[in-house]
Structures are given as C-alpha cells and as structure tokens.
C-alpha cells in the first residue's frame, strides 16, 4: 500500500462517517466515545465550532506523523487500516477475520505485539502534542511578560504625572491632560491584547483536542484487541 493511501485509510480512524457517508455529528461522536471509553474525547469548552479547522488540521498533523513513522512489519497501523477497510465501525468478527488474515502474513503476531506497537503511536502522539503545547504556552507566557511589563510602565508613568500635579500646581491643566491620556492607555490594555490571548489558547485548546481525539481513536482500538482477539 502507498504512503498516501496508508495516511487516507488511516483517516478513517480519527473521522468516523456514518452508513450514508455523511460526517458524524460532534454529539455523536462524544455519545460514541463515552461508550466504548471511560476517559472518552470531551472537546474544550472554549473551542466552537468555528475553531474545529484547528483540532482537524493538527489531527491531520499526527496523522501524518504516525505515518512517516510506521514501524517495519504487520503492527498497530496496518491492524488498523485493515479494520477500517472491512467496515467503518469494524464488529468483533471483524477484528477476528483481519487478526486471523495477519497472522497468515505475519505467523509471530500477537494481540500484545498490537497493543505494544500501539503504545508507541500513542507515545508519539503525546510527546509530539506535548512539544507543541509547551511551544504555545511559552509564547503565551512570553505576550503575558510584555503585557505586564506595559502596564506596570504605564502604571509607573501614571503614579508619576499625579504626584506632578501635586507638586507642580501651575501646570495642574496640562498634567490632568497627560492624566487622563495614560489612564485612558491603562483601561485600554485589556482589549489590546485580547485578541492576541483569545488565539493563542484557541490553538492550545485545539492541540489538547487533537491528541485526545487521536488518544481515544487509539485507544477504542487497543479495546477492541483486547476484546476480541487477546
């Protein structure tokens, strides 16, 4: 099977469609997982659906990563791109004929040999996931740094003009105008940099979802084999 056709068939692991080919609704998909596992895929509540663009670009993320990392031989991802080939939701049976068909290509497979080559995509997924969360947590933490270091200066500028207007009585009218000016700069910080904070935890929250969409795909597997076929 070509690269490309591994990366497609593999897709259906993270996408789940229904019998008319028609996506499956976000309510359903959390009905599904809540099923079949106990720590099943809740998405951020500070994610709508307007930033699901996000969690499916970095979904085709790792899956691209888990592809250009396929370990030698019949393992976890083949396992898997054979289920999904049989049938969209694969059955008990299921899992048994394509098991049953892998050993035929491979005699020395076994449930565990799947379930460890399974520990190894779901490692990739977390350490890969975990890189760039600690990336969009230390450019968030780097914005708070210049944000607060702003405000203080601005806070600072502000203390100084009144103690300015105490002292210097006969500038009272232009030192009330540099007052006002700053304070009106202090209230406006926020909105200045909400945008900038919005994006960067709609990008956080993405990621989480990514991998934990990822995660419970792998996992409902890893509950399947062990199931069905250990």
């Known amino acids: 099977?070509?690269?490309?056709?591994?990366?497609?068939?593999?897709?259906s692991l993270f996408f789940r469609e229904d019998q008319t080919n028609s996506p499956v609704k976000p309510n359903q998909v959390k009905e599904a997982t809540a099923k079949?596992?106990?720590?099943?895929?809740?998405?951020?509540?500070?994610?709508?659906?307007?930033?699901?663009p996000l969690v499916e670009d970095f979904v085709q993320r790792l899956q691209n990563l888990i592809n250009q990392n396929n370990q030698p031989g019949f393992d976890?991802?083949?396992?898997t791109e054979s289920l999904f080939e049989e049938k969209q939701d694969p059955t008990p049976e299921v899992y048994k004929t394509v098991f049953r068909i892998a050993q035929k290509i491979d005699k020395s497979l076994t449930p565990a040999r799947l379930l460890e080559s399974s520990m190894f995509y779901k490692d990739l997924v977390q350490r890969t996931a975990e890189a760039e969360i600690n990336k969009g947590t230390a450019k968030k933490q780097s914005l708070q740094g210049e944000k607060d270091t702003e405000r203080t200066n601005l806070d600072n500028s502000l203390k100084s003009t009144r103690t300015k207007i105490q002292q210097l009585n006969k500038q009272i009218q232009d030192l009330?105008?540099?007052?006002?000016?700053?304070?009106?700069?202090?209230?406006?910080?926020?909105?200045?940099?909400?945008?900038?904070?919005s994006d960067i935890e709609k990008k956080i929250n993405a990621i989480r979802d990514a991998r934990e969409k990822v995660l419970v795909s792998i996992v409902d597997i890893e509950a399947g084999i062990k199931t069905n076929i250990s």
Request: aromatic share 12%; net charge negative; hydrophobic share 35%.
């Open 1 to 11: 099977m070509a690269e490309k056709d591994k990366g497609f068939r593999f897709k």
């Open 36 to 52: 079949t596992t106990p720590d099943g895929y809740i998405p951020s509540a500070s994610l709508s659906t307007n930033d699901m």
């Open 76 to 79: 976890f991802l083949e396992f």
């Open 176 to 197: 009330q105008n540099q007052e006002v000016t700053l304070s009106n700069q202090l209230s406006a910080i926020d909105i200045k940099y909400e945008n900038q904070f």
